[in-house]
């Protein structure tokens, strides 16, 4: 089964910028939709962006518009988040996503099938 590993995690102070990476391994797959989204201690994961199979169409979360960029490499199947005016509320551990199935609204968990295993980002005042 495909596997999601994302990296590129890590401390930075607020205004400071991380990349995020989501490599996607075994065998070829071409979701719907891929997406990070995040999770903070005690709240619920929320979405954060999302890409179509094409790169052509994204979207994003009201709290991370203009600051967030989500990319996509399709050559080596990597799904990029550049972040950058970070603040400490984006603080979380932020997960890649892949939608395979055709139904289901892309800012619910639910509607995602596969899941990578998560990185820490804190940002610091």
């Not at 005016?85 to 603080?91: A, I, M, Q, R, V």
């Amino acid at each position: 089964q495909v596997l999601l590993i994302e990296s590129g995690g890590g401390l930075v102070q607020a205004g400071g910028s991380l990349r995020l990476s989501c490599a996607a391994s075994g065998r070829t797959f071409s979701p719907s939709l891929m997406a990070w989204f995040r999770q903070a201690p005690g709240k619920e994961r929320e979405f954060v962006a999302a890409i179509n199979r094409s790169g052509g169409n994204t979207l994003y979360a009201d709290s991370v518009k203009g600051r967030f960029t989500i990319s996509r490499t399709n050559a080596d199947n990597t799904v990029y988040l550049q972040m950058n005016g970070l603040k400490p509320e984006d603080t979380a551990v932020y997960y890649c996503a892949a939608k395979v199935a055709l139904v289901g609204r892309y800012y619910d968990t639910s509607a995602y099938q596969i899941w990578g295993q998560g990185t820490q980002v804190t940002v610091s005042s």
